[in-house]
């Protein structure tokens, strides 16, 4: 069991390194990998770029390939139309690729405190008279009194139009997670930490799409400063949500040993019935689902089984007979 997060810069990742107390892995990988010592949490820096991103997603999910109850999470910085506070966390409902057009829905499954987006991933930084000049709808936020994981409003939040938000990777995450998860495990958690580049000062500036230098005549040190203070104060949320996913795949892992061993514990259950039975293979298979059937439902068969058992009739003469308890234990159904 295991939550996958992938950042496009170390910055991004550094309280959730902290935080986690997650430890670089040797391993042979083009990426800096960080793990906690149960591995129940793995942080990939992917760098820069939809084909960074892609790449990254690809290595690590084949040398770690993730379970039904395992979850990818997307993390980092975006930039968004000056109405949408900087600071302000969104988890992305839906995924465009600017380049294509191409839209994708994550399944958000899960009660969150965030207010949803909807996110371009483009291959070039925005300007702010380009975000400016967009004309998107005042962003929803989140809702009053959201300070737990369990205030989500599906009701409020379908009120509202979802803002609009830009990075470099999550279409290209989705894309290449699509290969190994289902749309239910893939989740993008991004926060707001900038309105776009002058114009001019696309490829040269520290911003939430990736790039970095002199930003309105701010030196580099001090770009960086803010956006560690931008990420700093995201961090509670960002790593309280981390830990509910962590206890969520947690428990999900439970719970599917738990349907195995009761599974397994039917399979045994029926191979012994069977024989008693003179069940052809067909019949056995009829008759382990729906022992299962029974399992799942609550449905007590033991009683029945035990009555066919003090009246003579298990073990069956032959098959035939095996047939009919079979055909009765059916109507328990109907």
């Known amino acids: 069991m295991q939550l996958t997060i992938f950042c496009a810069l170390y910055p991004e990742a550094q309280e959730i390194i902290r935080t986690f107390q997650l430890k670089k892995e040797n391993g042979q990988t083009h990426f800096q990998v960080f793990s906690d010592e149960g591995q129940s949490i793995r942080l990939v820096i992917t760098g820069v770029g939809a084909i960074a991103a892609a790449t990254a997603v690809a290595e690590i999910s084949t040398l770690f390939p993730p379970k039904k109850t395992d979850l990818l999470l997307n993390y980092g910085t975006c930039a968004a139309s000056p109405e949408i506070p900087v600071g302000e966390l969104f988890l992305c409902n839906k995924l465009t690729e600017a380049c294509s057009g191409r839209t994708f829905y994550p399944d958000i499954l899960y009660r969150h405190p965030f207010g949803e987006a909807q996110l371009v991933s ?106 560690a203070a931008v990420l700093g104060n995201a961090t509670p949320e960002v790593c309280a949500f981390i830990s509910f996913l962590r206890e969520l795949i ?85």
């Not at 290209?172 to 900038?194: C, E, R, T």
């Not at 299962?292 to 003579?312: I, P, S």
């Open 122 to 227: 483009g291959g070039k930084v925005r300007t702010a008279h380009e975000l400016m000049s967009s004309g998107h709808e005042p962003p929803r936020g989140r809702m009053p009194g959201a300070e737990s994981l369990h205030c989500f409003s599906p009701q409020e939040n379908a009120a509202a139009k979802d803002p609009q938000i830009y990075d470099m990777e999550a279409a290209a995450i989705y894309q290449a997670g699509n290969y190994f998860y289902g749309p239910h495990q893939m989740l993008f958690l991004k926060v707001v930490s900038d309105h776009g580049a002058e114009a001019g000062a696309e490829n040269a500036g520290l911003n939430t799409q990736g790039q970095m230098n002199d930003v309105q005549g701010k030196s580099v040190l001090n770009v960086r400063e803010q956006l």
């Open 250 to 334: 947690h428990a999900g892992a439970q719970e599917k040993e738990k349907q195995w061993n009761s599974r397994q514990q039917i399979q045994k259950e029926a191979a012994a019935l069977g024989e008693q039975l003179h069940c052809s293979v067909v019949m056995q298979k009829e008759l382990e689902q729906l022992l299962w059937y029974f399992q799942l439902t609550g449905v007590d068969y033991g009683q029945r089984l035990a009555d066919l058992q003090r009246q003579g009739r298990i073990p069956a003469k032959d098959k035939r007979e095996g047939k009919k308890i079979l055909d009765e234990l059916r109507g328990y159904l109907f």
